[in-house]
C-alpha cells in the first residue's frame, strides 16, 4: 500500500490533470478563527439578509463539526482568469456590465463535476475511505480552509488571491477520512496596498479584511431582493450581475494565468441594456440557461438592469424604462420610475 506522502503527490498531479490550478490540504480545524471573525460578521449584520449565513452558523465557523469523520480537507483552486479587461465596460455607459466569474457556464457545475472525478480517484486509491464534496453551496467557509492549505490568503478585499494565480479562481473542497500530510499555512502579502478598498464603488469595506455585504455591489445585484437604497443605486453605475472593480484593481494579477476550461470563456459579453429591459420571463430563463444568472430571476435582473439605465444619462433608453412602469412586480416598477427621474434631471 503506498504511504501518505506518495499518495498525496499521485493526488496532487491528479488534481493538475483534471484541470485545477492548485492544490493544498489542511485539517478541519485547521481555521480556528473563523468562528470568531464569522459570529462579527454576523452580529454586525454585515450578511444583510443572508439569513442562511446565520442558520447554520455552527457549522460554517467549524469545519470539523460539519463531518467529524473527517481528517483532511483538500482544497483546490480553479481559474477563470478573463480574456479582456473586464472593467471597459463600464465606460460604455448603453452596456451591461457582468461580472468575468458568470460569463459562461455556472462554475458550480464545472467545479463540482471536476471535483467527484477527483474524488473518485482517491477511493480506488484509498479502499473504505469515505469523500464529501463541496462547492460554495454547504455551510463552508472555502477562503479560511484554502488559506489554512497553503493555496493563497484573503487579502484586504476578504477574497482569496495567491501569488502565482492573482485573483481569478473558484475555489473547490474535498473532504475525506484520509489522513493526508498537511500543507504549510499560507500569509498575507498585501503590505501597505489599498487598491482593493479605493476600488470599491460603494465603499464597503469598513477596514481592511472586512467586508460589509449589505454595501456590496455583488450582493445587492445578486443576493438582496426588494428595493436597492438610493444612494447606492447611483453608485452601481451599469453593474447589472455582480462586481469585478475589488479584484480588478489587485497587483497580484501580473501573475494570474489563463482559464482551461472552455466554459469560463465570455459567451454573454456585454448586451444592450435596450434588449435586456425587454426580456419577460420566459425570454430571461432561456437566454441565461446553464449560466449563473439565472438564479436571481428575471425581476430581480430588471431591476438591475433599470438603475443602470437610470445611471447611463442616455434620453434614448428612456421608453425602455417607461414600458416598464405598469410592470406586475411592484419593485421593477419602482426602478423604471427611478430610472426616468435620473434620466429627466440628466
Known amino acids: 500500500m503506498q504511504g501518505p506522502e506518495l499518495l498525496k503527490e499521485r493526488l496532487r498531479a491528479q488534481a493538475l490533470e483534471e484541470g485545477f490550478s492548485k492544490m493544498g490540504i489542511?485539517?478541519?480545524?485547521?481555521?480556528?478563527?473563523?468562528?470568531?471573525?464569522?459570529r462579527a460578521f454576523l452580529e454586525a449584520g454585515q450578511h444583510g439578509s443572508m439569513g442562511w449565513m446565520a442558520e447554520r452558523e455552527h457549522w460554517r465557523g467549524n469545519a470539523a463539526a460539519l463531518w467529524p469523520e473527517a481528517r483532511s480537507v483538500i482544497m483546490l483552486a480553479e481559474v477563470y482568469t478573463p480574456e479582456a479587461d473586464p472593467l471597459a465596460v463600464l465606460q460604455k455607459p448603453d452596456l451591461a456590465g457582468v461580472s468575468a466569474y458568470a460569463q459562461n457556464k455556472?462554475?458550480?457545475?464545472?467545479?463540482?463535476?471536476?471535483?467527484?472525478?477527483?474524488?473518485?480517484?482517491?477511493l480506488d486509491q484509498a479502499p473504505g475511505a469515505e469523500i464529501k464534496v463541496f462547492v460554495d453551496t454547504a455551510p463552508v467557509m472555502e477562503k479560511p480552509l484554502a488559506q489554512a492549505a497553503g493555496l493563497g490568503w484573503q487579502g484586504k478585499h476578504t477574497n482569496l488571491l495567491a501569488r502565482?494565480?492573482?485573483?481569478?479562481?473558484?475555489?473547490?473542497?474535498?473532504?475525506?477520512?484520509?489522513?493526508?500530510?498537511?500543507?504549510?499555512?499560507?500569509?498575507?502579502?498585501?503590505?501597505?496596498?489599498?487598491?482593493?478598498?479605493?476600488?470599491?464603488?460603494?465603499?464597503?469595506f469598513p477596514a481592511p479584511?472586512?467586508?460589509?455585504?449589505?454595501?456590496?455591489?455583488?450582493?445587492?445585484?445578486?443576493?438582496?431582493?426588494?428595493?436597492?437604497?438610493?444612494?447606492l443605486r447611483a453608485r452601481m453605475g451599469n453593474r447589472i450581475y455582480g462586481?469585478?472593480?475589488?479584484?480588478?484593481?489587485?497587483?497580484?494579477?501580473?501573475f494570474a494565468v489563463a482559464a482551461r476550461d472552455m466554459g469560463y470563456q465570455p459567451k454573454i459579453g456585454a448586451p444592450e441594456l435596450r434588449e435586456?429591459?425587454?426580456?419577460?420571463?420566459?425570454?430571461?430563463?432561456?437566454?441565461?440557461?446553464?449560466?449563473?444568472?439565472?438564479?436571481?430571476?428575471?425581476?430581480?435582473?430588471?431591476?438591475?438592469?433599470?438603475?443602470?439605465?437610470?445611471?447611463?444619462?442616455?434620453?434614448a433608453l428612456a421608453p425602455s424604462a417607461a414600458a416598464l412602469l405598469a410592470d406586475p412586480d411592484p419593485v421593477v416598477a419602482e426602478a423604471a420610475a427611478w430610472a426616468l427621474a435620473r434620466l429627466d434631471q440628466g
Not at 489542511?26 to 464569522?38: I, Q, V
Not at 500569509?187 to 464603488?201: K, Y
Request: hydrophobic fraction near 40%; charge should be positive; proline fraction near 8%.
Open 26 to 38: 489542511c485539517a478541519p480545524d485547521a481555521a480556528p478563527e473563523t468562528a470568531e471573525r464569522l
Open 106 to 122: 455556472d462554475y458550480h457545475d464545472l467545479v463540482k463535476r471536476r471535483l467527484k472525478r477527483l474524488g473518485r480517484w482517491l
Open 164 to 204: 502565482d494565480l492573482g485573483s481569478w479562481f473558484f475555489l473547490g473542497a474535498l473532504f475525506t477520512t484520509v489522513d493526508l500530510p498537511k500543507d504549510p499555512p499560507e500569509i498575507s502579502h498585501c503590505g501597505s496596498c489599498r487598491a482593493c478598498l479605493t476600488a470599491c464603488p460603494t465603499d464597503a
Open 209 to 231: 479584511y472586512q467586508l460589509d455585504a449589505r454595501r456590496c455591489i455583488s450582493y445587492l445585484t445578486i443576493e438582496h431582493k426588494g428595493p436597492v437604497a438610493p444612494e
Open 243 to 254: 462586481c469585478d472593480d475589488c479584484l480588478a484593481a489587485c497587483p497580484w494579477n501580473k
Open 276 to 315: 435586456l429591459a425587454a426580456l419577460d420571463d420566459a425570454a430571461f430563463r432561456a437566454r441565461f440557461a446553464g449560466s449563473p444568472v439565472k438564479r436571481i430571476g428575471r425581476d430581480r435582473f430588471v431591476r438591475n438592469v433599470l438603475y443602470a439605465i437610470g445611471n447611463s444619462g442616455l434620453p
